[in-house]
Nanobody
Framework: QVQLVESGGGLVQPGGSLRLSCAASTSHFRFYTMSWYRHSPGKQRELVATISSDGSTNYGDSVKGRSTISRDNAKFTMYLQMNSLKPEDTAVYSC?????????WGQGTQVTVSS
């Protein structure tokens, strides 16, 4: 069982920035495809960004150009740098890890964008 722990959420003003982290409890972290999803009330869960084991990345249209996903395999940690935040970015952000037939979710961290 792999534990995923997110951190870095909070309250930020529109136009501000946040960096989210997702720490994984596995030494096989480098093999996992890692993703950030977000979910807010009344909306479907949305893929924010994905980073593969080879470092290739993919972004959802709503954050493209404003966010950067990265990973540090030595620290078993994934990051999401979000800039130019908008009120519509308010959501619970969860990390997701997938490798072969195994997949895991974190508990999520709340991001609130409000003045």
């Amino acid at each position: 069982q792999v534990q995923l722990v997110e951190s870095g959420g909070g309250l930020v003003q529109p136009g501000g920035s946040l960096r989210l982290s997702c720490a994984a409890s596995t030494s096989h972290f480098r093999f996992y495809t890692m993703s950030w999803y977000r979910h807010s009330p009344g909306k479907q869960r949305e893929l924010v960004a994905t980073i593969s084991s080879d470092g290739s990345t993919n972004y959802g249209d709503s954050v493209k150009g404003r966010s950067t996903i990265s990973r540090d395999n030595a620290k078993f940690t994934m990051y999401l740098q979000m800039n130019s935040l908008k009120p519509e970015d308010t959501a619970v952000y969860s990390c997701y890890a997938r490798w072969s037939l195994s997949s895991y979710w974190g508990q999520g961290t709340q991001v609130t964008v409000s003045s």
